[in-house]
């Protein structure tokens, strides 16, 4: 294969790979499945996007939200800054599994310092002037 022929199948996968990816979001594939990203300016506009509507029970007051989502299941991480939590987040236990999806600004073990119970499934806790929420996965995943 000559050097034109690797530039142009470079350049071919480059293009596929820039044209999947909107400016919001961004999608990679993990070991464990398929993980999309996406950020919005507050709770509302995430509540419209479609494609990932933020769960209901985030307010749409709620700014810089961001998310990981498993496409491949239904395992989310999500953080965002609010005045305080919606009344329907009630005291609960902490996560029983610990998290696969991983972002910078997910801190460790944060799973296990949930305190709240936001819709029945998502763990809940708020520190450093953030809310950080974990919903489990529940479908299984393959190696």
Same mark, same amino acid.
């Given at each position: ?41 507050? #709770? !509302?506009? *995430? @509540?419209? /996007? %479609? ?6 029970? &985030? ?5 810089? $939200? ?42 460790? #073990? !944060?799973? *296990? @310092?949930? /305190? %709240? ?6 763990? &809940? ?5 953030? $809310? ?12």
């Amino acid at each position: 294969m000559n050097t034109s022929t690797k530039l142009i199948g470079v350049g071919a996968a480059l293009v596929v790979t820039l044209t999947g990816c909107g400016l919001k979001e961004g999608i990679d594939e993990n070991a464990n499945g398929h993980v999309k990203t996406v950020d919005y300016a507050s #709770g !509302a506009a *995430g @509540k419209a /996007d %479609r494609d990932t509507k933020l769960p209901g029970w &985030v307010p749409d007051q709620a700014k810089g $939200v961001t998310e990981v989502i498993r496409t491949t299941g239904s395992e989310r991480i999500l953080r965002f800054t609010t005045a305080s939590l919606p009344p329907a987040c009630v005291l609960g236990a902490p996560a029983k599994t610990a998290a696969t999806l991983t972002a910078d600004w997910w801190p460790r #073990g !944060a799973e *296990g @310092k949930t /305190d %709240r119970i936001c819709d029945q499934d998502w763990h &809940v806790f708020a520190a450093d002037g953030a $809310v950080f929420a974990y919903k489990p996965e529940t479908i299984e995943q393959k190696a």
